[in-house]
Structure formats: C-alpha cells, structure tokens
C-alpha cells in the first residue's frame, strides 16, 4: 500500500474520530486503467452503488467481502477517488441478477441490457485468465456499498 493510500486512510479516520488500526482494503475496479478511472468517478459522484465479482474466482485466503467493511476505491495511477462501506452482501447465480442491481452498479444508461453486454464480455475475459470457461449459472458475489468519504 503506497504512502498516498495510508495518509487518506488517517485523514478519513482523524475526520471520523475512528481508530487507525481498522481493517481496510484498497483496490480499483475493472481490468483497465479506463474502466478503473471510469467506475472510481460514478462511485465518487454516488452514482455507483454496488458492483459484482466472480465468487468462484476468489482464492483461498483471499478477503470476501463482509458487511461493514471499509474500501479505498483507487483510480488508474493508484491513487485514492472515495472510501466505501458495504452495506450488503449476497451471492447469487449471474443469470439471475435482477435489474435493480445493475441499475445500482451506474454504468452505461443503468439498463440490465447495457449490464449484461459489458459484464459478459468482462467475466468471459476473467474465466479466461485463469483458464476457466464462463457460464450463465456462476455464482456471483454482488456488494452494495455507499460513498462515506
């Protein structure tokens, strides 16, 4: 974690008058440094709300998302956009993610139509880096999460 991550990460909690110590992670959406710098700009105008991840594809040890947790979202260069707090977490097969989440994830014109086009482009191209074949069925980890900084 770079110096630039840590010194927003105190900022927030010094504003906040929450301890330093609290688990946090930083991370940037996507697989492009477009869509990273696209996607941390709908979350810091709160127009991103909620985002959804191939469940399958977390690695042991890796962190699921929890209710309550704390996220720096990072832009393309790694520097910090806004700080979010998931707010609900829930696994469901993809073919069966309703339109009020994609509604909720702000892309595009917020249409499932639009949803689905880029999200199948982008979990076929994410199975397909770890040697996986994507499936309509996959479960997926959908988070929704609100702006707090």
Known sequence: MNDKVKDFWIKFCN???LPT???YQAWSFGNTKDMADELAELVNCNIKTATTSAFELYETGDDIPQVGDYNIILNSSKEPVCITQ???VYIMPYNLITPEHAW?????DRSYKYWREVHDRFFVEEYKSVGKKFYEQAPMLCEV????Y
């Open 21 to 23: 110590d609290i688990k």
């Open 145 to 148: 999460f609100e702006k707090i």
């Open 86 to 88: 998931t707010k609900v």
């Open 15 to 17: 504003e906040k008058k």
């Open 104 to 108: 909720h994830e702000g892309e595009g």
